[in-house]
Each structure stands twice: as structure tokens, then as C-alpha cells.
């Protein structure tokens, strides 16, 4: 078996069955190829919107800069607050920023999260785990994994990202001190990689350093695919907003290199210091925020791309990859002024976009509606019917399960396609198989709970499997 191309989801992940999503008033229509895209809102008044995420539960959930932390009932938009940090300093652009749900939630029901806070009058960022209660709805016990990064008003960073190996990334902004991105001592401009305890893993690129790539200005967005690839969005300073494919050890030249390496200077500098430069940069200056990856049927024409919520450019980008994902072969621009500032964005599971607004509190530019700031929801509604209605026709069965070593897949008819996902319903294993039988090998995978779903021209089906 190999990584799967994804098929329903990356940076917004969850488990299934599905929740039904709510259709709200429309608020515009537009075109991606032949399919008619609707936006709509799912919940409004919120404040400044920074981090989505798709969870096991099949809610979103949500952070907003001034500190709350939510999940929002994708049917009805209901708010459900979890907790409000009581020690967010939000000014400027710091805040409660990145968000990331543990992969094996049911056994491991932990919340990361990163945010500025003030310690003896000096602003500072941290990186806290909280253990969820869904009895109580409740966010509790605190751990610190990493505190006392440099921070300022601006240039913060920061989103969070587990990879299927347990470890998280963490994207670190300069502080607005430039020569931090190139100081290897320093974890601001970097990414970083440590266990889900704080501690630094055996296989980084320095040992006993968290740093996994450095030369960073401020990385707003950050997204693996199931192949294993990594991306993420960056704000340049005037000129020179980046998208960069992430590879452990490599520096990406802030502040000796801005975009691409195309001076003296910078060609020597790149040289020198193993500089991956960027896919695609942009002058004037958009500021890039969050990144998503789109490789499902109901927008055929967004499959195979990121998609960018961009702040200061106000509108959703799509940037299609070619097959080896070293370079973006194009680029489209929707929603361009429609709903101000956009800045969280993830896809679900039956391909619906949420893109979270970020315009409230003088947000460097936003001018608010006055339903601000917003979740907005973009759909192909007519797609919806149609895969529910395969799904209830569609069934099969898997065993044994509990699985050890393999397990076998009984079809009524050959699919197209086996997908084997995480609790989170991120993909991590792609199998065609040849007959209405299938073995799958999962003797490579960490014990636990997953979904195997099954993909033909019915429609799609999900069971559940838990690896022991």
C-alpha cells in the first residue's frame, strides 16, 4: 500500500460518520469550472477568528484571538464555548493563535494550543496541551510544553500541526527581530518539531533542538498532505509573500533572502546555507494566513490544490500542484473583498471549505460587517444529496476487528478505491483493490482506532476498524 493522495480532507480533518451541515441564507454564488459554489454563513459575531479545526466529534472547532476556545455544531451553528485562556495577551497581532486535536482522540483527548501571554510585563508566546471532557464540555489541566518564546505585537506565528508519527510543529514568527530567524539558538523564525510531552525528538535535524527548519518571518499557515509532503504560507515584509515546501533541516533565508534567490547576495547566501526557496511568492504583498489542502469530488476543480486564505488581499486562493509538488501551475483568486480579511480555513470530510473572517478590533485594514467576524461555509450543495444517498445504500464488512497484523475487507462489488484513515479521518493508507476482497496489512501502525472507507461509483461507505 502506499500514502494516499488525499481524498476528503488535510489541514481540516474528522472521523465519520458525518454530521449534517447546516444550509444558511446565501450570501454569493460563483463558479469553479462547470460546479456552482455557494457561500453561506454558518455562525456570525464572533472575534476574529484564528484557528479551525475539523474534530472527531464532527463539530468544528474554533480559537478567536482574544482567547476563547469553541466547537460549533456544523448543522445548527451553535456555539459551544470549552474555555476562555485567562491569560491571552491580545495586542496587536498576538493572541490565542494555532489550535491542534491529539490524533487518537478517544484515548488521548488532548487540545494544543499556542498563545501570547504577559510574564513580569514582557510579552512572551507558549505552547500549552489542555485534556478535553466531553461529558462536561470542558477544556481543564494545563501543561505547559514550551513557554518563554520571544514575542511582540507583531510577527507571532503561529500554527500547530501533528504529524502521524505523535510528533507537532510548531511555526514561530521573528518577533519582529530579524536576526532570531537565522540564530539556531533561537526558536523564533523557525518551525519546530517536538514530542507531544515538550520534549525533542531522537530524529530532528540538530540534536537536542527543536529546530526543524529556520530562516522564518512569520508563518501563518501550515499543512501535510497524506503523501507526507508539508507546506506553508509566510508573510513577507513589502514584497514577497511566500508559499514553501517544508523539509526538515532546511533554512529559508529570512532575513538574507527575500522570495527567491535572485540577487548576488542571496545566490550566494542559498548556497552557503542550504536555502530551499519559495513555490510561488507575491509582489504586492497579499499576507498568506491559513493553508488547506482540497483533493475532494465536490469541487472537482479545486482538487489537487491548496487553498490560501489571504488577510490583506481579502479572498481565497487556489494553487494547484503539479504531480511531484514541487511547483504551483497556476493560480485563481475567489471571494476577492467579499467577506473583508480571511484567515482560517480548513475543509470537512464531504468536502465543504469553512474560511474563518478576521476583521473586528482594527485588524490592520479590516472594515467589519455587522455580523462580523464570520465562519463562512462554501459548498457544492448539489454534490451533498447525492453522496448521502450512496453512502445509506452502500455497505460492507471488515475483519476481524479488532485487527492484528491484517485485516480483510469483504465488498459487495469492486471499488475504486480503499482509504484507511486516522480517528481524525486524515488519510494514511491508499489501496485499489483487485477484487471484492481486500487484505489490508496494518502491522506498520501504531495501535489504535481507525476508519476504512470504501470509494466506488455508489457513492462512498465507512467502517470502523481498531488496530490492536
Known amino acids: ?46 472575534d476574529v477568528v484564528w484557528e479551525l479545526v475539523w474534530g472527531p466529534d464532527n463539530f468544528l472547532w474554533a480559537t478567536e484571538r482574544y482567547g476563547r476556545i469553541s466547537r460549533i455544531n456544523p448543522a445548527t451553528g451553535q456555539v459551544l464555548p470549552l474555555l476562555t485562556l485567562p491569560d491571552v495577551t491580545a495586542v496587536g497581532e498576538s493572541g ?28 512572551k508566546e507558549k505552547v500549552v496541551r489542555y485534556t478535553y471532557s466531553a461529558a462536561a464540555n470542558t477544556l481543564s489541566a494545563p ?78 499557515g501550515l499543512v501535510r498532505l497524506p503523501n507526507g509532503r508539508l507546506y506553508s504560507s509566510e508573510h513577507g515584509p513589502n514584497n514577497d509573500d511566500e508559499i514553501n515546501k517544508i523539509e526538515a533541516g532546511r533554512n529559508y533565508g529570512w532575513p538574507d533572502v527575500e522570495g527567491f534567490c535572485n540577487l548576488p547576495a542571496e545566490a ?19 499576507a498568506p494566513s491559513g493553508l488547506a489542502y482540497y483533493d475532494h469530488p465536490a469541487i472537482p476543480g479545486w482538487r489537487g490544490s491548496l487553498l490560501l486564505a489571504a488577510l490583506k ?32 480555513i480548513c475543509v470537512s470530510p464531504d468536502g465543504k471549505v469553512y474560511v474563518g473572517t478576521s476583521n473586528l478590533r482594527g485588524q490592520l485594514g479590516g472594515t467589519p460587517d455587522p455580523t462580523d467576524d ?24 471488515v475483519f476481524p476487528n479488532p485487527a492484528q497484523g491484517t485485516a480483510t475487507v469483504q465488498l459487495p462489488a469492486l471499488v475504486a478505491r480503499l482509504t484507511l484513515q486516522d480517528v481524525l479521518g486524515r488519510p494514511v493508507r491508499e489501496f485499489r483493490p483487485a477484487s471484492a476482497t481486500a487484505v489490508l496489512d496494518v502491522s506498520s501502525l501504531p495501535a ?15 467502517r470502523k476498524l481498531v488496530v490492536e
Open 143 to 220: 501543561a505547559v510544553l514550551l513557554a518563554n518564546i520571544t514575542a511582540f505585537n507583531t510577527h507571532s506565528g503561529s500554527r500547530l500541526l501533528i504529524l502521524p508519527d505523535l510528533t507537532l510543529l510548531v511555526s514561530t514568527g521573528d518577533a519582529s527581530q530579524s536576526s532570531l530567524a537565522q540564530n539556531q539558538a533561537a526558536v523564533n523564525g523557525k518551525i519546530l518539531r517536538m514530542n507531544l510531552d515538550g520534549t525533542v525528538p531522537a530524529d530532528n535535524p540538530t540534536p537536542n533542538s527543536l529546530v526543524y527548519t529556520s530562516g522564518h518571518r512569520n508563518p501563518q
Open 1 to 46: 500500500m502506499k500514502f494516499l493522495r488525499l481524498a476528503l480532507l488535510a489541514a481540516c480533518a474528522g472521523a465519520l460518520p458525518l454530521a449534517a451541515s447546516a444550509q444558511g441564507p446565501v450570501l454569493s454564488t460563483f463558479a469553479v469550472g462547470p460546479t456552482t459554489v455557494t457561500a453561506s454563513a454558518l455562525v456570525s459575531n464572533l
Open 448 to 462: 489504535g482506532t481507525y476508519w476504512v472507507q470504501a470509494e466506488g461509483p455508489g457513492g462512498r461507505a465507512t
Open 96 to 123: 490565542l493563535l494555532g489550535m491542534a486535536l491529539h490524533p487518537q482522540f478517544s484515548t488521548s483527548p488532548y487540545v494544543y494550543v499556542v498563545y501570547n501571554y504577559t510574564d513580569a510585563g514582557v510579552l
Open 268 to 286: 550566494a547566501f542559498c548556497t552557503a546555507n542550504n536555502v530551499r526557496e519559495p513555490l510561488y511568492t507575491w509582489t504586492p504583498t497579499i
Open 313 to 344: 488581499g481579502q479572498q481565497l486562493l487556489q494553487l494547484p500542484l503539479d504531480a511531484a509538488g514541487t511547483a504551483i501551475t497556476s493560480r485563481a483568486d475567489y471571494l476577492t473583498g467579499a467577506f473583508g480579511r480571511l484567515r482560517a
Open 374 to 397: 464570520r465562519i463562512i461555509v462554501l459548498e457544492n450543495r448539489s454534490f451533498v444529496s447525492a453522496v448521502r444517498a450512496g453512502v445509506a445504500s452502500f455497505a460492507f464488512e
